[in-house]
């Protein structure tokens, strides 16, 4: 197994990110998968991760908050080198779907082209802890739907990667995302996740094109009940926390 900090994703595997797929992907359904984005080698050293917590800055046990079954822990900073990558990698091509989303829904919020200036903002508004985060689920474990904002300033965007191989480390623990539209009943998605894959999804709001113009829709994202086994999952959202 690779040491974290000498890991970086392979040039290869970003280049092969369809960016303008996952921008249309994005304006949709609000969600696009990334298949393979991470190797079975790079999943493993980040579950293994788990156990060490001087990593992490803290561990949140969802029953004790009513948030589901199951535990995360936040990184501290600095972040692993391949979150760190990920999160600053990633982050300048979602902003031009955030910006163009923001104009869809007639808010004012512009986001900076860098992570590094989209993070000055967030801290000198007092968001200053890291969110990146690993999620840990054992078999009966779920996590109810939810919105993962931290305080005024919402990076629209983020980033989950399945880090187990579904039917061999652990069945159920579907990705569920939900939307809610005005005036309409809920509709579910279910992203097929395989190990390395990764999905982007709209954090709260998203523009969808109606008859009579652009409305807003709320997204929530959760997990189904875990089965059997255990599920790891990264998060990675791009706004810090108060
Ligand atoms: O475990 C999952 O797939 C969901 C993780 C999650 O809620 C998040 O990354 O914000
Ligand atoms: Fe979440």
């Known amino acids: 197994m690779k040491r974290l900090d000498d890991m970086s994703i392979r040039q290869d595997r970003l ?37 060490d917590d001087s990593h992490f800055r803290s561990r949140v046990v969802m029953a004790r ?11 501290s900073y600095p972040l692993p080198g391949l979150i760190q990558e990920l999160r600053t990698r ?20 512009r986001y900076p082209a860098d992570h590094a200036d ?13 969110t990146p985060l690993l999620l840990q689920y054992a078999a009966g474990d779920y996590n109810c739907l939810h919105q993962d904002l931290y305080g005024e300033h919402v990076f629209p965007l983020q980033m989950a990667i399945l880090l187990s191989r579904p039917g061999v480390d652990f069945s159920g623990g579907e990705f569920v995302l939900t939307e809610q539209r005005p005036r ?12 390395g894959d990764a999905v982007i999804f709209a954090v709260h709001h998203r523009p969808v094109r109606g008859a009579k113009g652009i409305y807003r829709v709320t997204m929530r994202h959760g997990v189904s009940e ?10 990675i959202i791009f706004h810090d926390a108060t």
């Open 90 to 109: 990633f982050y300048p091509h979602l902003a031009p779907i955030a910006n163009r989303w923001s104009e869809a829904m007639g808010i004012e919020t």
């Open 226 to 235: 875990v089965r059997a086994g255990h599920r790891h999952t990264a998060g």
């Open 65 to 75: 908050h009513g948030f589901g079954r199951g535990e995360y822990k936040y990184f």
């Open 184 to 195: 309409m009943q809920t509709r579910p998605v279910v992203v097929p996740l395989q190990q």
């Open 15 to 51: 280049g092969a990110v369809d960016w303008s797929r996952l921008g249309r992907e994005l304006d949709a359904s609000g969600a696009a998968m990334i298949p393979g984005l991470l190797s079975a080698d790079e999943c493993q050293s980040l579950v293994a991760l788990y156990t």
């Open 118 to 130: 989209y993070l000055d903002r967030c801290h000198a508004a007092g968001q200053q802890r890291p």
